[in-house]
C-alpha cells in the first residue's frame, strides 16, 4: 500500500524558513515523482516542486523559484522541501504526492496535481506578516 507521510509544517514569521518532509513507503522509490502541492483558503491546489520527474529532473513554480529546494535521500525514501524567505502568501496546507515518473513528463505534467495518485494527508504551514 502506497503511502505518503508529511511533517515539519508550523507558524513562522515571515523571512524565516521550514524544512518539510515526505515519507513515503509501499512502492519503489526511484520509479516515482514526488510532487509538493499547497492549497490555501479559497483557493485550487497549486503545484509547487517536484522531484525525480522525467527521471531526475526536477520542477519549481515561478512563485518559489530560488526560495524553495527539493530533494530526496533515498536511502530513507524521504523527500524534502527547504523553504527559505517565506511570506505570509505562503501559508497553506502542503500535500505531497507520488505518481509513476516518465521520461517525458514535462514542467505542466510535473506540477500538475490531477497526474498524481497517491496523496499523503497534508502539513500545515502559517507565515506571518
Known amino acids: 500500500e502506497v503511502q505518503l507521510v508529511e511533517s515539519g509544517g508550523g507558524l513562522v514569521q515571515a523571512g524565516g524558513s521550514l524544512r518539510l518532509s515526505c515519507a513515503a513507503s509501499?512502492?519503489?522509490?526511484?520509479?516515482?515523482?514526488i510532487g509538493w502541492f499547497r492549497q490555501a483558503p479559497g483557493r485550487g491546489r497549486e503545484g509547487v516542486s517536484c522531484i525525480n520527474c522525467s527521471f531526475g529532473s526536477t520542477y519549481y513554480a515561478d512563485s518559489v523559484k530560488g526560495r524553495f529546494t527539493i530533494s530526496s535521500d533515498n536511502a530513507k525514501t524521504t523527500v524534502y522541501l527547504q523553504m527559505n524567505s517565506l511570506k505570509p502568501e505562503d501559508t497553506a496546507v502542503y500535500y505531497c504526492?507520488?505518481?509513476?515518473?516518465?521520461?517525458?513528463?514535462?514542467?505542466?505534467?510535473?506540477?500538475?496535481?490531477?497526474?498524481?495518485?497517491?496523496w499523503g494527508q497534508g502539513t500545515q504551514v502559517t507565515v506571518s506578516s
Open positions: 509501499g512502492f519503489t522509490f526511484d520509479d516515482y515523482a
Open positions: 504526492a507520488a505518481r509513476i515518473s516518465s521520461l517525458s513528463m514535462t514542467w505542466l505534467e510535473g506540477l500538475n496535481h490531477y497526474e498524481y495518485h497517491h
